[in-house]
């Protein structure tokens, strides 16, 4: 294995200012920190539907891991298999190339796929696996793309894995193919995964508006598209933590300009596409946006309006990671929720300063994670409803607190125009359902004055 | 506000739109390399008898894997005590699909915390992460005792737990008579069901020896207790199934390892971070019992071997009891060990099972299903199959390498199936995975599938019904509130079973309905 040079590594993952920004914050031994970069990467990755992903490393890497992913597949599944190479203390002692060559070699008997990715696990990295070597001596012999993915659970955080997985795909992957015909408007779109189908929302937009969405990094992507993602007029980040580096030295590399955006919101999304018009440099196209945002904005307020009525004035505490840390606020903001305490753990100086860009000196900034802390935010600001990710949900039904999953593990897609009226739409039946009456209220032997004790 | 509702479709529905299809014909084109012929004959050939040979003989790559890792386990386990902090001492990300995996099972927040090793770590061990950790998780959660686990990171780099727990005592990062108990849980070796092993056997006997008292079996107050032990236990109504039978039998007991607390606690206003579990000061005393009960003999093998030589106890192992015939052998035991006789509530209940087996049973008689699972569950899954009439076919253990009893097992669960005609047709397979699963269900077609959620594809890919039963059940909720051993569990999976036939025969293609059944 390479070695990773850390530091660097640590500052581009954090953001774009590097060197100026602060580089990631290191886990905290003793506390319940997140996932791996091991996890990082395969969240980046896993999204390309039709490739086979190969973990190399005992099986419980692999199995710990499996089918816990909300990204959506149009069609292929083959990503969805989970694959291993199941090293036992065997392989730990004498190594496990063979069974990495001899898996690869299966796989692509078996499945035909039109590439491979092997990600390397703490494990494998420590026993110091070639993990390049095998997979490059593979892909000669095979004649498909096999790509060493190496971010070990134990160099980082997720994010730097997020980051790591773009590394491969700028190396192993991008610039290698052409699209069959040319696309003088095609945009790529990087750090967006399709969870629960927000990706094919934001694709019908970009097609209104004509424009090509010429490869989807990753959400809902095929192996081919991205080989030719270097043929793009401009790139859009949507996730700005994880693979703003990828677009940065696309840049460098293939003077594709970028810009980073949300989909969070009606703002936001106009924002995108306008900007995405800008890029493309087409007075045309420019005014076609224009039309579509402009349409699309006003039949939002008036579906919005029954909603709004409910959602004005409540309180909100958004708790979630990177890019949704500030664009969330922006879609909450649209519809008359007042955030008043927000999550910054995951969050990058310049999220930081999107978010207090956003919000009001009142907000409470929660620095450090631990469900206890945001509770103790929810409670001492009187929020109407908390917005996490899943494995803070069952804290927030113990609290009983109407909680909205924001995360990679919900079935709805809060993306784009229709988006922003779903997540109008989750927040009221959160917060209407009967059951806060009833979990609120004391039995009726309890009720004072009901009976003499 | 039902007037003003706007109906908006989730993504179940919505992106089955015309719009959505289109959208996803035109990415057709980017799906090379192969053509629509040739994905559907490597479809067919996949499906094909011929496959399934080549598929058994597969050596290098698992594919669909159906078991967790040690750590897993021992995280399980130690949540089964009184304010225990489990902590895996590793790389972050391990702790956090732990935490992601229970919780998704059993719907609510999983304690537990990581060393958080890095890269420095790798180089220079991870004492340093262990002392800091240590302090820190004190300071932040505290806990009353806190329970080390290993993954496989720290494993490989040979780190000595118990050298630097003793270290961190030395620096005072945690007080001297603070406990704090370890496993070494390689993932690499073994399962989740290990890992809970594991980590049961070294919490008993480390709290056992701090304590500094000798065992002696049936002595004193404690000697009319019973222990009992459910093992790697993915239902929290099982706990209470147990506690319900062992209090008809006015026996006193401890459960040593009791992790329904923590997975099944209410929604009252306020979250604790811990609830229930075996009170620590219980476990030292467990030694003077008369007796442990074990319900999971494959799962609690180092544990039993503990109690057994060390505690010097009489046990009586046993596997899931499922079914009635099981439950019976689980009456039995606790009558034996306890020298009190069946209680007459129960008897009743075996009644009124025996009652809802007749009842069903013609819906049931020669239905052909395949298993998959744990050691433990699987046992107790066929003999339940072979109670009410269903023959089990294909049986694949989740289990598979050298630290667990293959050999011994298989021969058991041989020995089990030549009890009735029912078990003829039935092949056990141990160490496969879910893969090999698919092949067998496609090629040698069966009426159910029982398993967890992971089985689910090969499931659907076969075209037969799946019943959840097992670890892990991520998209049904609430299936581990219900019991599935005693009498109500066999109760509970009689009904989850032939509801699921009843249904079938509702979708029956011929469009008759009928509303005798
Ligand atoms: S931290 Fe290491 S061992 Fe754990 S899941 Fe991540 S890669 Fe695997």
Redesign the pocket.
Known sequence: MEPIRKEELDDQACGSMAPKSKPCPRPKPGEAAGG?S??GAQITLLPIMDAAHLVH?PVA?AG??WESRGSLSSGPSLSQYGFATDLGNNDIIFGGEKKLRDSIDYIAGRFTPPAIFVYS???TALIGEDMDAVCKEASDRLGIPIVPVNS???VGSKNLGNRLAGDALLQYVIGTGEPEQETPLGVNLIGEYNIAGEMWDIEKLMNQAGITLLSRITGDARYKEITWAHRAKANMVVCSRALLGLAKQMESKYGIPYFEGSFYGAKETTYSLRQMAFLLNDREMERRVDRLTEREENRLAHDLRPYRKILKGKKAVLYTGGVKSWSVISALKELGIQVVGVGTNKSSDEDVQRIADRVGDDTEYIPEGGASRIIKTVRERKADIMIAGGRNMYVAMKEQIPFVDINQERHKAYAGYEGLLRLAKELVDSMVNPIWKLASSPAPWDKEGSYDR | MSKERIDIPDYSTLFTEERYVQQRENKKQFEAPCSDEAKAEALAYSKSAEYLEKNFERKAVVINPHKACQPLGSVMAALGFEKTLPFVH?????NS?FRSHLSRHFKEPTPAVSSSMTEDAAVFGGMSNMIDGLQNAVALYKPEMVAVCT???AEVIGDDLSAFIGNARQKGAIAEDFPVTFANTP?FIGSHITGYDAMIKNILSQLFDRSGQTAAPGTGEEGEKLNVLLGFEPYTGNFAEIRKILNAFDTKYTILGDHSGNYDSPANGEYEYYYGGTKLADVPKAANALGSLVLQKYTLKKTQEYISGTWKQPISSLSTPLGVKATDKLLEAISQLTGLPVPESLKEERGRVVDAYTDSHPYLHGKRVALAGDPDLLLGLIGFCLEVGIEPVHILCSNGDVEFDGKKWKEEVEALLATSPYGSEATVYVGKDLWHLRSLLINDPVDLAIGSSHVKFAAKDAGVPLVRVGFPIFDRHHMHRNPIIGYQGALNLLTLIVNIVLEQLDNNPSGLVDLVR
């Open positions: 791996c091991f996890d490393g890497c710990n891991s696990t703490c494990v070990p659970g134990f | 590793g790389s972050q990300g391990c699909y993954t496989c990171m993932s």
